[in-house]
């Protein structure tokens, strides 16, 4: 009242709109930053003393980079060019007066830089990733340097690449990076520390909802909190910040969701960056990690792919030091297990344990554990094979949310239990907020909570927080806002967590988790199945190498002890080969400049792996092999595969001159031959009057027309046709292809509605050879204007399969080419070959998980079979396929133009085989026909004279295959037990 002497302040009737933009005014980085609290956040600054830099095109080490000549530059220059290097020399002077201050050096500049400080990386910088300040001192003292140098190394690319008008568009090669802002500012701590409480107020204003007390009672408290804070008076800042924590310090009750929080940094080891540019990525993003490490006792980070520990440990042995010491506090924590974060549907099964053989070998050595835990967060679908991978290697526990981005279906759990096509089982969770990037935020925090689709089952979450993809990692804002959460009322606990403390929390409640048996297919990215044919070519064929190249060195190694067995080399070339299994190498979701470093390896891995197997030959067989080819017509003929095989084969005679053979050779072995064995039945090839063509073997007949497609394949013992009346088998058909958004990923449904089938004939089917050992036909179709498929249709004795040997010179965009083999078979599903096994998937469409699966992938053979009879389709290096009511669909090329412009642009050498047969894949031999494809038999000269045959190994059950010859290789006592397939 007037006149009392008391201090009224009448109560007012707060606006809920009102109050809340007063609230996000005052905190604003647009508006009002003159008064507000956002525009305290840095004090006084000052300029640099001097900055000067030089640039390169290559990625050079410091040493070398200080010696070189800087020129002069200025905030607003621009710098490099797409994938260049620019170093800047920057030179201090910290005002005196800025004594007992936080100083930090502002950089705000186009690219991902590193700050370099005594010959050593000491923090990343990237506008992208909120990292544009490097903290000087933290109290400025007098007997501080108040003068020093350091060297800031920018990469001329974001943490996305620099697509031009896009992120997934190929780079921008005409792209120049910009200098906006450097300089020394005084930070003031206490103002961050209070944006961060307005932030997480206001958040828990908005995200709780006016249904909730807590909504109200924290919008209240922010704009208290504006009334008590004068921005122009420090002192008042206490007391603000003491407010904001009467709502933090209100805890939470017994039963509220625990939510795990982890530091990760998923950083793709190629993408839309080249390999080499990873290795500075992880720097950057490490040695900041490193640095919150020392300012945040409780912050623990987790980090997978031993590929990318190699790489500093190589490049920057430094902060690899720090690395492994943070490593030994349980604080920087390796996980995953494997070599790299690789694709989970493509590789071999052999590679898949591999990736884990490398992977948990290289954690023990260099951490002293393996890893409990596969983490797997972004690839493009799961083999079910996967389970039995994992357990054989050590591993119960995986963690992925890839399945999150399903376009059709929403799949029902977060945390269950995954089992594998052999029963094992695993415990899984995918994170509930749909991401392995968090930033921190109450709306993550909350979503982790409501999103989780197992309530009632677990009361636990992980959340992974950090820039990923692109690399960036954590950042102390994230911390303090995590902080914040740790057990507020109304929002779930956040603690600090490890894979470990997590799992193991899961595990006390598993009991009542549901169970999901078999793949985890992902509803989307299916076009990564095929797109870059020669990365998927190349990947089939390096497997087939180096199997054998270890069969036939393990054979010389026992029988003569003396032989040295490759170790080291093989494990050069298969960790080469597992690089290139990464989950956007292999499914061709890259770049060029990522294309050319695989086609790179793969050379590599030819090359060397071929003088390996000459080296095993010369050691396993030197008495029999002949010193020169023109003096005899006897071949070595060498079986790798567990199974005696009677094939054809090019024999090498007199002045070079081909012939064929047919020979017996037994499993895993050899023989020589110097004549042929008569055929039980000669390959006879027919031309009738109207241009078409029959050959037949005697296990089948086919009859081909002008343009090369299969009117009739039938199977002669019983007469079986395997072809419906009126339709035609390898018909091919183009498709348009543009997808929503992710170009050489996806690959929509309603493609289907575009099909045209190719009829244009450019040259007429011809006999190319006429038969006995070997028949075969060829004709040329034109794809389009640009585009000629050329084919040789073979048809060898005793071969129950037909083969297609494809060349394709493809030049189209947005096309997807196709090949068709209707077959006179019903079934509601269809069988493929997946890892060290095999799956069945419907061929109908009657529910929405059915139709999701219009584009599957598959191994060396899918099949298609009804009782008694079936039709099986074997290739040599494709993967995307499908099976559509009785229509048996091989993919064979696409034309993506995002991120790679050249995609699958060239000329393409491919074979695929139809093999019609009596009962069942498994009892026909189409595992074996399909082995025998992919792994063709090896023939060299031998000295003349008959020599006995030899066999090493031979397996009695036709259900087993000895996939793997090796010399042992064993990691740890957790893994002593692998299966035999490992050894």
Same mark, same amino acid.
């Given at each position: 009242?007037?006149?009392?002497?008391?201090?009224?302040?009448?109560?007012?009737?707060?606006?809920?709109?009102?109050?809340?933009?007063?609230?996000?005014?005052?905190?604003?980085?647009?508006?009002?930053?003159?008064?507000?609290?956002?525009?305290?956040?840095?004090?006084?600054?000052?300029?640099?003393?001097?900055?000067?830099?030089?640039?390169?095109?290559?990625?050079?080490?410091?040493?070398?980079?200080?010696?070189?000549?800087?020129?002069?530059?200025?905030?607003?220059?621009?710098?490099?060019?797409?994938?260049?290097?620019?170093?800047?020399?920057?030179?201090?002077?910290? !005002?005196?007066?800025?004594?007992?201050?936080?100083?930090?050096?502002?950089?705000?500049?186009?690219?991902?830089?590193?700050?370099?400080?005594?010959?050593?990386?000491?923090?990343?910088?990237?506008?992208?990733?909120?990292?544009?300040?490097?903290?000087?001192?933290?109290? *400025?003292?007098?007997?501080?340097?108040?003068?020093?140098?350091?060297?800031?190394?920018?990469?001329?690319?974001?943490?996305?690449?620099?697509?031009?008008?896009?992120?997934?568009? !190929? !780079?921008?090669?005409?792209?120049?990076?910009?200098?906006?802002?450097?300089?020394?500012?005084?930070?003031?701590?206490?103002?961050?520390?209070?944006?961060?409480?307005?932030?997480?107020?206001?958040?828990?204003?908005?995200?709780?909802?006016?249904?909730?007390?807590?909504?109200?009672?924290?919008?209240?408290?922010?704009?208290?909190?504006?009334? *008590?804070?004068?921005?122009?008076?420090?002192?008042?800042?206490?007391?603000?910040?003491?407010?904001?924590?009467?709502?933090?310090?209100?805890?939470?009750?017994?039963?509220?969701?625990?939510?795990?929080?982890?530091?990760?940094?998923?950083?793709?080891?190629?993408?839309?960056?080249?390999?080499?540019?990873?290795?500075?990525?992880?720097?950057?993003?490490?040695?900041?990690?490193?640095?919150?490490?020392?300012?945040?006792?409780?912050?623990?980070?987790?980090?997978?792919?031993?590929?990318?520990?190699?790489?500093?440990?190589?490049?920057?042995?430094?902060?690899?030091?720090?690395?492994?010491?943070?490593?030994?506090?349980?604080?920087?924590?390796?996980?995953?297990?494997?070599?790299?974060?690789?694709?989970?549907?493509?590789?071999?099964?052999?590679?898949?344990?591999?990736?884990?053989?490398?992977?948990?070998?290289?954690?023990?050595?260099?951490?002293?554990?393996?890893?409990?835990?596969?983490?797997?967060?972004?690839?493009?679908?799961?083999?079910?094979?996967?389970?039995?991978?994992?357990?054989?290697?050590?591993?119960?526990?995986?963690?992925?949310?890839?399945?999150?981005?399903?376009?059709?279906?929403?799949?029902?759990?977060?945390?269950?239990?995954?089992?594998?096509?052999?029963?094992?089982?695993?415990?899984?969770?995918?994170?509930?907020?749909?991401?392995?990037?968090?930033?921190?935020?109450?709306?993550?925090?909350?979503?982790?909570?409501?999103?989780?689709?197992?309530?009632?089952?677990?009361?636990?979450?992980?959340?992974?927080?950090?820039?990923?993809?692109?690399?960036?990692?954590?950042?102390?804002?994230?911390?303090?806002?995590?902080?914040?959460?740790?057990?507020?009322?109304?929002?779930?606990?956040?603690?600090?967590?490890?894979?470990?403390?997590?799992?193991?929390?899961?595990?006390?409640?598993?009991?009542?988790?549901?169970?999901?048996?078999?793949?985890?297919?992902?509803?989307?990215?299916?076009?990564?199945?095929?797109?870059?044919?020669?990365?998927?070519?190349?990947?089939?064929?390096?497997?087939?190498?180096?199997?054998?190249?270890?069969?036939?060195?393990? *054979?010389?190694?026992?029988?003569?002890?003396?032989?040295?067995?490759?170790?080291?080399?093989?494990?050069?070339?298969?960790?080469?080969?597992?690089?290139?299994?990464?989950?956007?190498?292999?499914?061709?979701?890259?770049?060029?400049?990522?294309?050319?470093?695989?086609?790179?390896?793969?050379?590599?891995?030819?090359?060397?792996?071929?003088?390996?197997?000459?080296?095993?030959?010369?050691?396993?067989?030197?008495?029999?092999?002949?010193?020169?080819?023109?003096?005899?017509?006897?071949?070595?003929?060498?079986?790798?595969?567990?199974?005696?095989?009677?094939?054809?084969?090019?024999?090498?005679?007199?002045?070079?001159?081909?012939?064929?053979?047919?020979?017996?050779?037994?499993?895993?072995?050899?023989?020589?031959?110097?004549?042929?064995?008569?055929?039980?039945?000669?390959?006879?090839?027919?031309?009738?009057?109207?241009?078409?063509?029959?050959?037949?073997?005697?296990?089948?007949?086919?009859?081909?027309?002008?343009?090369?497609?299969?009117?009739?394949?039938?199977?002669?013992?019983?007469?079986?046709?395997?072809?419906?009346?009126?339709?035609?088998?390898?018909?091919?058909?183009?498709?348009?292809?543009?997808?929503?958004?992710?170009?050489?990923?996806?690959?929509?449904?309603?493609?289907?509605?575009?099909?045209?089938?190719?009829?244009?004939?450019?040259?007429?089917?011809?006999?190319?050879?006429?038969?006995?050992?070997?028949?075969?036909?060829?004709?040329?179709?034109?794809?389009?204007?640009?585009?000629?498929?050329?084919?040789?249709?073979?048809?060898?004795?005793?071969?129950?399969?037909?083969?297609?040997?494809?060349?394709?010179?493809?030049?189209?965009?947005?096309?997807?080419?196709?090949?068709?083999?209707?077959?006179?078979?019903?079934?509601?599903?269809?069988?493929?070959?997946?890892?060290?096994?095999?799956?069945?998937? !419907?061929?109908?469409?009657?529910?929405?998980?059915?139709?999701?699966?219009?584009?599957?992938?598959?191994?060396?053979?899918?099949?298609?079979?009804?009782?008694?009879?079936?039709?099986?389709? *074997?290739?040599?290096?494709?993967?995307?396929?499908?099976?559509?009511?009785?229509?048996?669909?091989?993919?064979?090329?696409?034309?993506?133009?995002?991120?790679?412009?050249?995609?699958?642009?060239?000329?393409?050498?491919?074979?695929?085989?139809?093999?019609?047969?009596?009962?069942?894949?498994?009892?026909?031999?189409?595992?074996?026909?399909?082995?025998?494809?992919?792994?063709?038999?090896?023939?060299?000269?031998?000295?003349?004279?008959?020599?006995?045959?030899?066999?090493?190994?031979?397996?009695?059950?036709?259900?087993?295959?000895?996939?793997?010859?090796?010399?042992?290789?064993?990691?740890?006592?957790?893994?002593?037990?692998?299966?035999?397939?490992?050894?």
């Amino acid at each position: 009242m007037a006149g009392s002497g008391v201090d009224f302040k009448p109560a007012v009737l707060k606006n809920r709109r009102t109050t809340f933009e007063r609230v996000e005014k005052f905190i604003s980085e647009i508006y009002f930053t003159d008064c507000n609290i956002r525009g305290r956040l840095f004090g006084d600054s000052c300029p640099l003393a001097s900055l000067s830099c030089f640039e390169t095109s290559q990625r050079i080490p410091y040493e070398k980079a200080v010696q070189q000549e800087f020129r002069p530059v200025k905030v607003g220059d621009s710098f490099g060019s797409m994938w260049q290097t620019c170093w800047f020399k920057v030179d201090l002077s910290i !005002p005196r007066e800025w004594a007992g201050k936080e100083v930090h050096l502002l950089w705000e500049s186009e690219g991902e830089g590193m700050v370099w400080k005594d010959a050593q990386p000491i923090q990343g910088l990237t506008q992208e990733g909120e990292k544009t300040s490097y903290i000087l001192t933290d109290s *400025l003292k007098e007997t501080d340097p108040h003068s020093l140098t350091l060297y800031v190394e920018i990469a001329c690319s974001g943490l996305f690449g620099a697509g031009k008008g896009s992120m997934i568009a !190929p !780079p921008d090669s005409d792209k120049k990076f910009s200098l906006h802002k450097t300089e020394l500012a005084v930070f003031n701590r206490d103002v961050h520390e209070l944006l961060v409480d307005f932030e997480i107020l206001l958040d828990m204003t908005k995200l709780l909802g006016e249904e909730n007390q807590r909504s109200f009672q924290a919008l209240y408290v922010a704009n208290r909190m504006v009334n *008590l804070c004068d921005v122009a008076n420090p002192l008042t800042f206490p007391a603000v910040h003491e407010l904001a924590c009467s709502i933090f310090r209100q805890k939470n009750g017994e039963s509220q969701h625990i939510i795990h929080a982890m530091g990760h940094c998923h950083i793709d080891s190629a993408w839309l960056w080249p390999y080499d540019e990873t290795i500075r990525k992880c720097a950057r993003s490490w040695v900041t990690v490193i640095r919150l490490m020392e300012k945040n006792p409780e912050f623990t980070f987790v980090c997978s792919q031993a590929q990318q520990f190699e790489w500093v440990k190589i490049w920057y042995p430094g902060l690899y030091t720090m690395i492994q010491n943070f490593a030994k506090e349980g604080r920087f924590i390796p996980v995953g297990g494997t070599w790299v974060e690789m694709d989970g549907n493509l590789p071999g099964g052999e590679s898949m344990v591999r990736q884990f053989l490398q992977g948990q070998r290289f954690f023990q050595q260099e951490f002293g554990k393996l890893c409990a835990e596969f983490w797997l967060p972004d690839t493009f679908g799961y083999s079910a094979q996967l389970p039995q991978v994992m357990h054989g290697c050590g591993i119960q526990r995986f963690l992925t949310q890839k399945l999150s981005w399903n376009l059709v279906n929403t799949f029902p759990h977060n945390t269950f239990i995954w089992e594998g096509i052999d029963g094992s089982q695993v415990l899984v969770h995918f994170p509930p907020a749909d991401s392995y990037g968090l930033a921190g935020r109450v709306e993550e925090i909350l979503k982790t909570m409501k999103s989780n689709r197992d309530k009632g089952r677990v009361n636990h979450s992980a959340a992974l927080f950090g820039f990923g993809d692109g690399g960036g990692g954590p950042t102390q804002k994230m911390l303090d806002r995590l902080s914040r959460m740790k057990d507020t009322d109304g929002l779930p606990r956040v603690q600090m967590s490890t894979p470990d403390q997590f799992f193991t929390a899961l595990e006390k409640e598993k009991a009542q988790l549901c169970t999901w048996v078999g793949e985890l297919f992902l509803e989307l990215h299916n076009g990564t199945y095929t797109t870059h044919g020669q990365i998927k070519k190349g990947n089939r064929e390096c497997e087939c190498l180096l199997h054998d190249v270890e069969v036939l060195s393990s *054979l010389a190694l026992s029988k003569k002890r003396s032989f040295q067995y490759p170790s080291a080399k093989l494990q050069h070339l298969w960790r080469l080969l597992l690089l290139n299994q990464f989950h956007d190498v292999l499914p061709g979701s890259c770049i060029q400049l990522v294309v050319e470093d695989a086609m790179r390896y793969y050379s590599e891995i030819r090359s060397a792996g071929a003088q390996l197997l000459k080296d095993a030959m010369q050691s396993l067989f030197g008495d029999l092999l002949a010193s020169s080819r023109e003096t005899n017509e006897s071949m070595l003929v060498i079986n790798t595969l567990p199974w005696e095989r009677t094939e054809v084969i090019s024999k090498t005679g007199p002045r070079d001159s081909e012939t064929l053979a047919l020979v017996t050779v037994p499993s895993m072995g050899y023989c020589t031959v110097q004549d042929s064995l008569p055929p039980p039945h000669p390959v006879t090839v027919t031309k009738k009057a109207d241009g078409s063509v029959i050959m037949e073997n005697g296990v089948v007949r086919v009859h081909l027309d002008i343009m090369g497609r299969v009117t009739s394949l039938c199977l002669m013992q019983p007469e079986r046709e395997s072809v419906p009346e009126g339709c035609c088998a390898n018909q091919f058909a183009l498709f348009d292809d543009v997808p929503l958004y992710w170009d050489a990923w996806d690959v929509m449904d309603y493609h289907l509605e575009t099909r045209k089938p190719i009829l244009l004939l450019l040259k007429t089917l011809e006999i190319a050879l006429p038969g006995g050992l070997r028949g075969s036909v060829t004709f040329s179709l034109q794809i389009s204007e640009k585009s000629i498929l050329t084919q040789e249709v073979i048809l060898d004795a005793a071969s129950p399969f037909i083969r297609f040997q494809t060349q394709v010179d493809w030049n189209e965009a947005h096309k997807f080419l196709k090949v068709e083999f209707p077959a006179k078979v019903r079934n509601p599903n269809a069988t493929y070959e997946i890892q060290f096994g095999h799956l069945q998937r !419907p061929t109908h469409w009657n529910t929405s998980w059915d139709w999701a699966r219009f584009e599957v992938w598959s191994h060396k053979w899918m099949d298609l079979a009804e009782h008694g009879f079936g039709v099986a389709l *074997l290739n040599d290096c494709k993967y995307g396929c499908s099976v559509q009511g009785n229509v048996m669909s091989l993919s064979l090329l696409r034309a993506p133009k995002s991120p790679d412009a050249t995609a699958d642009i060239g000329r393409h050498h491919f074979t695929y085989a139809v093999m019609p047969h009596v009962g069942s894949f498994q009892e026909a031999g189409v595992i074996r026909e399909a082995y025998s494809l992919n792994l063709p038999l090896h023939t060299v000269p031998s000295v003349s004279g008959q020599h006995p045959a030899w066999s090493a190994f031979s397996v009695q059950s036709p259900a087993v295959v000895l996939e793997t010859i090796k010399q042992c290789a064993r990691t740890g006592a957790a893994i002593e037990n692998w299966k035999t397939w490992l050894c």
